[in-house]
């Protein structure tokens, strides 16, 4: 795997990744009874976090059929279960954070981290919604932690039905909690930059079940 060159931001020199308080989550009612928190800059010191996932982190690539093709899947990608320990004490801190903020509003807590690392622009993943298991049928939540460089997530209704698309750039610590029933009427993806965009990974934590 090429490692590839992250321009740390100005506005997060703390050398020990440190998470801050989750009061400072904002809610932005989508519609269709979905919604999405966030909490720009939740982890500080999330630089020194990236380059230790990039090196530490047992990163696949993917090849997956689409119509007649196998194709690359254009990011890579790692996966630990509930059982599997995280590759950095601060994720785990994390998990149990939100955990935590969220146990009476989502009545179980996080158990999974899924991590995608964009390396460059030319990496993306397509519109969808996690809908796999439980979260094509019931509410439920999906907390997404960026570090690295800056990359637009974007939001859309499923199916076409109206509304305006939504746009949040995530990166350096920032978090996103998609949440309500975002999996089922809402679609997101990250799109490809014909920028320069530097590399980014982000961590998502979800229930039992979501995937």
Known sequence: MTAHHLQGSLFDQTEEPRLGPLTGLRRTALGSGAWIDALPGWLTGSDTLFEHLVTEVPWRAERRKMYDNVVAVPRLLAFYAADEDLPHPLLTEARRALSAHYAEEL??????AGLCYYRDGRDSVAWHGDRIGRGALEDTMVAILSVGAPRDLLLRPAHGHGGETVRRPLGHGDLIVMGGSCQRTW???????????????????????VR
């Open 107 to 112: 009545g179980e807590p996080f158990v999974t």
């Open 187 to 209: 679609e997101h993806c990250v799109p490809k930059s014909a920028r320069a965009a530097g590399p980014r990974i982000s961590v998502q934590f979800r229930p039992r079940g």
